[in-house]
């Protein structure tokens, strides 16, 4: 397992509300790590993982994503940078009028030819992956219904179809667990989990409950307000580490 | 420098224009109550004049008077109540408690917003606006969220009873000046009784003529449409705001938008005008159809925009992360939300046309138009009821089928 | 399929009402691509000349047969194919499992309704399960309303909408119209491109407006400036906006289907109301004002405001009593729980619900009537328009009269604009 991701004085400022989102953060990512951040809302959790695909840019620093310069990158090097980093958000992000295989397929819209693409002219070769990916997350028999006609768990399930299409070195997940039920959120963290043991996908997410973090992640990264405050195994959060994370008020919730 | 927000937005403004906005604000209070003063005073001296003199004026006394007097009760209003301007900002006067000398404060404040013009120079220079008048006479300007009073019934407030009272004076104003005339309307309709006769007994052997005219105007409404459309799409993606990238983007934004509002707000009537003379005589179809068109590209370019500003940009973040280009980006996340509401605008716009159509012949832009308008000029009112009637019915239909549709789309 | 019990007659055709205007809706599709093809025959192919809105020459023979061949057509297409008309009112020709039917039982169902044509208005009549005529069956298939058996029925791949039958036939029409567009409104563009020498004179006069009648009478002893009219043309739409609105307030209860709906007298005045809408919905205020600008005198912006009066009468009618309707009922609810009365209800639980979107409207619609009344007046209704017309009438006798119509033209422009910009802010903060 050698170093895969390496943030370097990663800083955010939004100028417009004089926000300074991330400060300073630095910190190494495993190949294989299933790394949990944690954090109040608005700590920049968010922020530093879209920083990660440039989804935002950074103010300073630099971000290396298997040896490459992911900061420095070229427009053309970010798309495939991009195609080996797949993202989960908390919203599901799917595109509600298209079927649930197009939204499925569309995960691999960085591999395919512009003009085929353009006119939704798939190769069997992608259909039938989509279809597996989708029979890989239970819901092969929803393939032809609208995105929008699924229940929460179901909807970001086919997110996760969607990152399992890119065949990703890298997954993002963006809370996301924070808009679905408790028995839901587990079987979605169980399918990161697949991945990341059966695949060997490194998995990046950042979550609310300090319980799913115990349960599922290898390492752990807080940050509050910006700034790293804790880094290390799940064990290692007592009650004082927690109160310092989440704040003096803070009691933790079992999630089960 | 550039901030990137997710999706592509665009963000941020540099610094230094707060202190403008700060004194825009200030500027915008003073300058709204001005402005109501000066309508209120011009529609009540109409009013005045017009029943006491017979005579047209909006201005009693000469304009500089006028002007001073509304100035000073500008700021006095402000300082001494609520007026209308801090209302529309959602502001309002607070004092530091316990200072005396209330009343004395507040004239000062008077005198001392008369400084307000010279304070632009200040905020040209140094980029930051203290409100003098405020802060000399020890008072606040705060936002009416962070002082939480209850509001008083309306008719307590001055600046509400003076909005009613222009309401009420611009109304009668405009009952005033278009010449209403209840008397007239009752008594004169002897005059048309002859029309109405006429109406009555439509001459039905226009029929034929009429509904070939109708199938032009419809085709001409078509045609505009569908031309209409092919245009607008593209043109939509280039004005809309949060599309639009970098110096050459924003810059074609503005330009666009400005110039599709000018021709938006010149009636296809008008652009009618225009094209008839352009075109040989005997192509009226044609000019009528190009008016359409011009004002359609326009319309359609606007309500595609607005669409493209408000779509979900969640979908497009996602499809952006899986390293797609910027043409998969459009067409997988943003395409598959618009369809249906261009779609639905597309009908809106075919709808408004047919009935422009109609109509775009009174200026010679051909179909069936053309002909009721020769028609009445020479008082032949049994045969344009008829075409009258056509209108109607087609204009019906289009409307029925159209609103069935938009149903549907959504 | 439901069980066939004792229905009425009415019942029965109220039923079968979707698949009735399918079918007459893809007949008339199939009419008008016959009428298509005897235009472009006749233009092309005969050699007695057609007039320019394309009167049609047939022999006697000829209508019949175009006739019945395109009911021939629409029969086929509903028996073998997905038409727009069945799309378009939610059917779908199923099997009893509710799969689609194979070529074979397609083509029986096809010869069978020819064979029970006639006998079909005994369908009425007979026991049989709702919605379904003679022609249907277990072999045959029936047409079913999509959106009842969408759950049940199994999945199966979309095609592609370009490559369906109706995606076709959409496209057929569609170009279709727009080859004969294209004919009939004469486009030629090469013909506007040469002509730019002789017109260009205009659009050069165009964009250099002249102000002199700003504020100045152009007739001395009338008033006749630019501001004038504009003021005029302003305060036209505002009256009509306003009246308009306080009329149609009332009656847009009156043509409300939640209030009116209770009694055989309610829905008898709903129904007049709502068809009184339409009629002056329909005609454009302009027309309107051709006869007011005889009943009260032409040039009288009291004509342009009583035509735009109208109008917006029935359109706002119309737009408010679709709001009324569309009222969230459980306040309603509680409010008559209290044993208040009808007109407690609707003005304690309707009205408050309202009137956001009452407002927005009437901006709306304010913002509309100022377009109208820019050009209301060639008919004679008063406004700015006059002075556009009168310039432009003057082209041949005034050297700088296209300049003139320029600077109404701006003043129109600024005037709209600037209204328009502040309406649809207002309506932001409103709703």
């Known amino acids: 397992m050698d170093e895969f991701i390496r943030v370097e004085n990663l800083t955010k400022i939004y100028e417009r509300g004089e926000v300074l989102a991330l400060d300073d953060i630095s910190f190494t990512v495993k190949r294989g790590e299933f790394l949990v951040l944690l954090g109040l809302s608005g700590s920049g959790k968010s922020t530093l993982l879209r920083c990660i695909n440039r989804l935002i840019e950074p103010t300073a620093g630099t971000i290396t994503f298997d040896g490459e310069d992911v900061t420095k990158a070229s427009s053309r090097q970010l798309r495939h940078l991009r195609r080996r980093m797949a993202m989960i958000f908390q919203q599901f992000n799917l595109v509600r009028r298209s079927s649930v295989l197009t939204n499925t397929i569309s995960g691999r819209l960085g591999y395919m030819n512009p003009a085929a693409s353009a006119i939704h002219k798939f190769t069997k070769q992608d259909i039938d992956d989509a279809i597996a990916c989708l029979e890989r997350v239970g819901i092969p028999e929803q393939a032809y219904k609208r995105a929008d006609e699924l229940s929460g768990g179901q909807q970001q399930r086919v997110g996760i179809a969607r990152a399992l299409m890119q065949k990703p070195d890298l997954l993002m997940a963006d809370e996301p667990v924070s808009a679905l039920d408790p028995a839901t959120s587990h079987s979605i963290m169980q399918y990161l989990e697949l991945m990341n043991q059966e695949d060997g996908v490194t998995v990046l997410t950042s979550l609310h409950f300090l319980s799913l973090a115990r349960r599922y992640g290898t390492r752990i990264l807080a940050l509050k307000d910006g700034k790293i405050v804790f880094e290390g195994t799940p064990a290692e959060i007592d009650a004082a580490k927690f109160k310092e994370i989440y704040g003096e008020e803070a009691q933790e919730v079992e999630v089960r | ?410 | 399929m439901k069980s066939a019990r004792r229905h009425s007659p009415w019942v029965r055709l109220a039923e079968l009402r979707p698949r009735i205007f399918a079918f007459l809706l893809d007949w008339a599709s199939w009419g008008y691509i016959a009428y298509a093809i005897m235009y472009l025959l006749n233009k092309y192919w005969y050699v007695r000349h057609v007039n320019f809105y394309g009167r049609l020459t047939l022999p006697s023979w000829g209508w019949p047969l175009v006739i019945l061949v395109t009911l021939e057509l629409a029969l086929l297409t509903h028996a073998f194919g997905q038409t727009i008309g069945l799309s378009l009112f939610g059917l779908r020709l199923l099997g009893p499992d509710l799969r689609r039917i194979p070529m074979r039982q397609r083509l029986h169902r096809y010869l069978g309704l020819h064979v029970k044509l006639l006998l079909q208005p005994i369908a009425l009549f007979i026991d049989r399960p709702l919605g379904t005529l003679l022609h249907d069956g277990k072999q045959t298939g029936t047409m079913r309303l999509f959106a009842k058996v969408k759950d049940d029925m199994p999945l199966e791949r979309p095609r592609n909408w370009w490559l369906t039958y109706r995606g076709l036939f959409t496209t057929a029409l569609l170009g279709m119209t727009f080859w004969l567009g294209w004919k009939i409104t004469a486009v030629n563009l090469g013909m506007l491109v040469e002509r730019i020498g002789k017109s260009g004179h205009i659009w050069r006069d165009l964009f250099t407006p002249q102000f002199t009648y700003l504020t100045a009478n152009v007739i001395d002893g009338r008033t006749f400036s630019i501001a004038h009219y504009m003021m005029e043309t302003i305060f036209m739409a505002f009256f009509a906006t306003i009246t308009g609105a306080i009329v149609a307030f009332p009656l847009s209860f009156l043509g409300a289907r939640n209030i009116m709906g209770f009694s055989a007298v309610g829905w008898l005045i709903y129904t007049v109301m709502r068809f009184v809408f339409n009629i002056f919905r329909s005609i454009e205020s302009i027309l309107m004002a051709v006869m007011f600008a005889v009943w009260v005198g032409f040039g009288n912006p009291f004509a342009g405001a009583l035509a735009l009066f109208l109008h917006t009468i029935a359109a706002l009618g119309k737009l408010y009593s679709e709001q009324v309707e569309s009222v969230d009922p459980g306040p309603l609810e509680a409010i008559a729980a209290t044993g208040a009365k009808r007109w407690q209800v609707v003005a304690y639980g309707v009205i408050p619900q309202i009137i956001p979107s009452y407002l927005a409207f009437t901006l709306y619609r304010w913002d509309i009537n100022i377009r109208m009344a820019t050009v209301i007046a060639l008919v004679g209704g008063g406004g700015i328009g006059t002075l556009l017309f009168y310039f432009k009438n003057e082209v041949g006798r005034l050297e700088n009269a296209w300049n003139l119509v320029g600077s109404v033209i701006v003043a129109i422009v600024v005037v709209v604009w600037l209204l328009d910009y502040i309406s649809a802010r207002v309506r932001e903060k409103i709703g």
């Open chain 2, 1 to 410: 420098m550039e901030q990137n927000y997710h999706a592509g937005f665009i963000s941020s403004r540099p610094n230094w224009r707060k202190g403008f906005r700060a004194y825009g604000k200030d500027l915008t209070v003073l300058a709204a109550d001005i402005f109501v003063l000066l309508a209120l005073w011009g529609l009540c001296s109409f009013i005045w004049n017009h029943f006491a003199l017979g005579t047209r004026d909006f201005l009693s006394l000469p304009w500089w008077i006028v002007v001073v007097v509304c100035v000073e009760l500008a700021c006095i209003w402000s300082s001494f109540g609520t007026s209308p301007g801090l209302r529309l900002l959602r502001r309002r006067l607070i004092n530091e408690e316990g200072k005396r000398g209330l009343l004395l404060r507040r004239f000062l404040r008077v005198a001392t917003l008369h400084l307000q013009p010279f304070l632009a120079l200040e905020v040209l220079v140094t980029a930051k606006y203290t409100p003098r008048h405020d802060r000399i006479t020890g008072f606040r300007v705060l936002s009416e969220m962070e002082l939480q009073e209850a509001r008083g019934p309306w008719y307590r407030s001055s600046s509400s009873l003076s909005i009613v009272l222009l309401g009420l004076a611009m109304f009668l104003v405009s009952a005033l000046f278009t010449q209403v005339d209840l008397v007239k309307l009752f008594t004169n309709a002897g005059a048309t009784a002859e029309i109405w006769d006429r109406i009555f007994h439509p001459d039905w052997s226009i029929l034929g003529l009429g509904v070939r005219l109708l199938i032009v105007t419809l085709y001409m409404a078509f045609m505009a449409t569908l031309f209409g459309v092919l245009l607008a799409v593209p043109l939509s993606f280039l004005a809309a705001r949060n599309l639009a990238r970098g110096v050459v983007g924003r810059s074609i934004y503005t330009v666009l938008r400005v110039i599709l509002s000018i021709i938006r707000s010149i009636e296809p009537i008008i652009w009618a005008i225009i094209f008839v003379v352009w075109v040989r005589t005997g192509a009226a179809a044609f000019a009528g159809m190009l008016a359409l068109l011009v004002h359609s590209i326009a319309d359609l370019t606007k309500l595609y925009s607005e669409r493209l500003e408000s779509i979900d940009p969640g979908p497009v973040e996602a499809i952006r992360a899986t390293g797609a280009g910027r043409l998969q980006v459009i067409l997988y996340g943003i395409v598959p939300q618009i369809v249906n509401p261009y779609l639905s605008f597309t009908i809106y716009r075919w709808d408004i046309n047919v009935r422009m159509a109609t109509i775009i012949g009174l200026v010679g832009g051909g179909g069936i138009g053309q002909r009721l308008i020769q028609l009445t000029r020479n008082w032949v009112w049994d045969q344009a009821i008829v075409l009258m009637l056509l209108i109607m019915v087609a204009v019906w239909v289009m409307d029925y089928s159209s609103s069935r549709l938009r149903e549907r789309l959504n």
